[in-house]
């Protein structure tokens, strides 16, 4: 079975890293193959255990997978079972994004929130893009640019 192997990695450039290589077995007809993502440090699930899992979890027309525990215990694998191509990261991380806004956040507050799942420059475009889809309405306070979900009513906020 072939293994991928995330130890090391930020969770934005192991999250990168997962989909090239799970695009490439997909392309190669691999019928599955193990990512090693260790079990986190504090034994609690390691954001890029959770990461893995939760793209995974949001795509099951697109992949299968079976978590280490569930196969022999071991937390600090996942087998993959590609079925067709991911879509785009940034369909997610938009919908997050709007749902984090829920309340006014600046763009210093979203990086933070999303930087361990995605780089900061998606976050820029993701940004920017949801304010040109009228998504997330900005305005400035204190000098700060602001950005909350369009659906939240226009009060003083």
Do not use: Q, W
């Amino acid at each position: 079975m072939r293994e991928l192997d995330l130890h090391g990695m930020k969770t934005a450039d192991a999250i990168s890293f997962f989909t090239r290589e799970y695009e490439n077995a997909l392309e190669s007809g691999t019928s599955c193959f193990k990512v090693i993502h260790g079990y986190g440090s504090g034994g609690i699930g390691g954001d890029t255990r959770r990461s893995i899992r939760s793209l995974l979890a949001a795509n099951p027309a697109c992949a299968d997978f079976v978590a280490g525990e569930d196969v022999d215990g071991n937390p600090g694998y996942t087998v993959v079972y590609p079925k067709r191509r991911l879509p785009s990261g940034s369909v997610g991380l938009y919908d997050s994004i709007v749902e984090f806004c829920s309340s006014p956040k600046t763009k210093s507050a979203v990086i933070r929130r999303f930087v361990r799942r995605t780089s900061e420059g998606e976050i820029h475009r993701a940004l920017r893009n949801l304010e040109n889809r009228r998504r997330l309405r900005t305005f400035y306070r204190n000098g700060r640019k602001h950005y909350v979900d369009s659906r939240v009513g226009r009060r003083r906020i």
